[in-house]
């Protein structure tokens, strides 16, 4: 049997680039849990990527997740880009490689596994779920 599963992720960037953090909160059932990190030198999209990879990693491939992210980059990317990159050899429509596309292969693959359903969520506009998860990446900042 499949468990829902709510996921809030954000990435964060002190310069761009610069120190990074990336956070995400999961939920399953009555249970809630944190996950954070950082890089010393990145971007803050590269941040925003890290934090979808990371939280599905967490879950196994038995879970049904709702993930909610603030940045259209990756959920219009992982929605609707990455079919036409995939189908033109990790090039985008003007023919340039795909920047991160060694982050969009693995959300690729990991995402391919689980059943997610991806949504945006305005960033810093009160939702609890991405404020916490917007402060689980200030933290992975200041972990470097």
């Known amino acids: 049997?499949?468990?829902?599963?709510?996921?809030?992720?954000?990435?964060?960037?002190?310069?761009?680039?610069?120190?990074?953090?990336?956070?995400?909160?999961?939920k399953i059932g009555d249970e809630t849990f944190e996950i954070f990190g950082g890089e010393d030198n990145t971007t803050n999209n590269r941040m925003e990527l890290i934090a979808a990879i990371k939280a599905l990693e967490y879950l196994n491939e038995n879970h049904?997740?709702?993930?909610?992210?603030?940045?259209?980059?990756?959920?219009?990317?992982?929605?609707?880009?990455?079919?036409?990159?995939?189908?033109?050899?990790?090039?985008?429509?003007?023919?340039?490689?795909?920047?991160?596309?060694?982050?969009?292969?693995?959300?690729?693959?990991?995402?391919?596994?689980?059943?997610?359903?991806?949504?945006?969520?305005k960033g810093h506009a009160g939702n609890l779920g991405n404020e916490r998860a917007d402060e689980l990446a200030r933290m992975g900042i200041k972990e470097i």
């Open 1 to 26: 049997m499949n468990k829902e599963v709510i996921v809030y992720t954000d990435g964060a960037c002190s310069g761009n680039p610069g120190p990074g953090g990336w956070g995400a909160t999961i």
């Open 64 to 121: 049904k997740i709702t993930l909610y992210t603030d940045s259209s980059y990756v959920k219009d990317g992982i929605t609707k880009w990455i079919f036409n990159w995939k189908k033109n050899n990790w090039k985008t429509s003007a023919k340039k490689p795909v920047k991160n596309s060694d982050l969009w292969i693995q959300l690729d693959e990991i995402q391919n596994k689980r059943e997610v359903k991806w949504n945006w969520v």
